[in-house]
């Protein structure tokens, strides 16, 4: 397989969410155009409304472009069945509240398909700490144990490419220590990670490549070495920012 | 077509009512209609009056008042498995098809919410097929729920009187069909409100005007205006009054043309099917 091929590649993409009645609203993103190389952990930065979870929602067909295109694997990212090959965790998401933790994993199991299951199930527990509690109800799970399970539900079906939209918020920082050893363990499998996070110094931390996004545009996208030469990573976002809204 | 997925969905449907207790609260309200019938009922033949049967509540003979003074009640036994299927299809119409709208429709809209539809359609399924699944999972509920009640009331029947009559478990499949029906434009309402009050009240106004097709004639005959509306409503609505038509006919308590059947169920079904169409056209097309 190439080492070097883009899992992720979208071109000149551009979404306006409409008004009501189809009046114009805002311009979420406005020809972005990105790639991301399979192995890559790739972070994906901006202030609120910057438009990072637009463009995450497009690559999984949960929002469509107005114009351009994405491409997952080479493919057209519409197409269903390469959601077999990608793992999301959505910074609001809602776990079914009313099952036990290890059967509502078993659920979105069976929603990627698999049919040998428990032994993944129990290993994913294992991993996010939740062994102990597997027969508790969702309901009865703190943020950060619910944060760990949404993760282990992204995880299930091994996939190649992992989104994580603020995959550390709820956490407690030993629950954030453990996402980062985590997502340094399934680059070295050779998975691909786009995170789209606030904490600069996570990003910083476990990123190959970082893309600032600022009001729909790209400002700044390059190794974290390219952009760090000089300042911290937090500084030249600040400086980036502040400077397109002069 | 991911048939696993789909299977998960009406699973989880299924599970999703169980935990919000309306699904425990219908089955409990059928089992305590059978349990009622079961022990609270009695039935016992007339000596020397073969097929005339008399009724006890509770132990308590139900008696009448008559010329010649107080009687025991005396009914055939034809008569009685005929009135107790009327009043099974009273109760499941409408007050089983609309608990079933209540449950179901408040399931439908709980897929639409934000976080949880985010998880659902980033996985290997098509959105058609999430739709279809969750749709058939309410249907499916009310399908089970109907069919013990209608099951187990014809076999407690036949067990109290003798009388074997299919004729309530196919009426019971037919309201099946007309809560399908009247699921489809819920569902669809749902999806375009993202909730449940203003599907539900869509859905009941709409089935009120359905049944305004009984009343055509009614209606021409005070305005040619409202006649034209009526008929209108009754070509594009489900035939609900004609269907009720049919359940009557099953229990042998009405009379109900070939053609009308198949008329009926036909359209309603055509009605349903465009509503489902135009959930999934909508839902296949809508940004979350």
């Known amino acids: ?150 993760l282990a539900q992204a995880l299930l079906h091994k996939p190649k490419l992992l989104i994580l939209d603020e995959p550390t918020a709820h956490l407690d920082p030993i629950g954030r220590k453990e996402v980062k050893d985590l997502l340094v363990q399934l680059k070295r499998d050779g998975t691909t990670v786009l995170i789209s996070s606030h904490v600069l110094t996570e990003i910083e931390r476990i990123c190959d490549r970082v893309a600032i996004l600022h009001r729909g545009q790209l400002l700044k996208e390059g190794t974290v070495e390219e952009l760090t030469q000089e300042k911290s990573l937090e500084d030249v976002f600040v400086e980036l920012v502040r400077g397109a809204q002069e | ?14 599970r999703e009512s169980w935990a919000r207790r309306t699904s425990i609260a219908l089955a409990l309200i059928v089992l305590g209609l059978l349990l009622f019938f079961a022990f609270g009922v009695g039935v016992r033949e007339v000596e020397g009056q073969p097929g005339m049967i008399t009724i006890s509540l509770f132990g308590v003979k139900l008696r009448v008042e008559t010329l010649a003074g107080e009687q025991s009640f005396v009914i055939p036994k034809a008569d009685f498995v005929q009135a107790l299927e009327m009043l099974a299809v009273g109760l499941l119409i409408p007050w089983g098809i609309l608990f079933g709208l209540f449950i179901t429709t408040g399931l439908f809209s709980s897929m639409l919410v934000r976080g949880r539809l985010y998880l659902l ?80 009240v869509a859905t009941l106004v709409m089935w009120g005007l359905a049944g305004l097709g009984a009343w055509r004639d009614s209606l021409r005959a005070l305005s040619p205006t409202l006649g034209s509306i009526a008929d209108v409503l009754y070509y594009i609505l489900p035939k609900v009054n004609d269907l009720e038509a ?24 055509l009605f349903a099917g465009a509503m489902l169409a135009l959930g999934i056209y909508i839902f296949s097309r809508r940004d979350y």
């Open chain 1, 1 to 150: 397989m190439d080492g070097h091929r883009n899992v992720v590649e979208v071109i000149q993409l551009q979404k306006r969410y409409r008004g009501l009645w189809g009046r114009a609203g805002v311009e979420a993103l406005k020809g972005v155009s990105l790639t991301i190389a399979e192995g890559e952990i790739f972070g994906l930065l901006g202030p609120n409304g910057a438009g990072k979870t637009t463009l995450i929602k497009i690559l999984l067909g949960i929002t469509f472009a107005d114009h351009g295109r994405a491409y997952l694997f080479g493919q057209d990212s519409q197409r269903v069945e390469l959601r077999r090959l990608v793992g999301y965790l959505p910074e609001d998401y809602q776990l079914p509240e009313y099952v036990r933790a290890w059967k509502a994993l078993d659920f979105f199991a069976k929603l990627y398909g698999m049919g040998e299951r428990q032994a993944q199930i129990s290993e994913l527990l294992r991993l996010s700490g939740l062994e102990d509690r597997r027969d508790s109800k969702v309901r009865e799970y703190s943020k950060g144990m619910r944060q760990r399970l949404a």
């Open chain 2, 1 to 14: 077509m991911n048939a696993l997925a789909f299977w998960a969905i009406i699973e989880e449907s299924w």
């Open chain 2, 121 to 200: 359609l980033s996985k290997p399924i098509a959105r058609w097929e999430l739709y279809l699944a969750r749709y058939t999972g309410g249907v499916l509920l009310v399908f089970v729920t109907t069919l013990l009640f209608c099951v187990g009331l014809s076999l407690l029947l036949w067990l109290k009187t003798g009388i074997v009559d299919v004729g309530l478990i196919a009426a019971g499949l037919v309201v099946v069909f007309i809560f399908a029906v009247l699921y489809s434009f819920a569902t669809l309402l749902a999806l375009l409100t993202e909730g449940t009050g203003v599907a539900l």
């Open chain 2, 246 to 269: 049919i359940i009557m006919r099953l229990i042998g308590a009405g009379e109900s043309s070939i053609s009308n059947v198949l008329f009926s169920l036909g359209t309603s079904a």
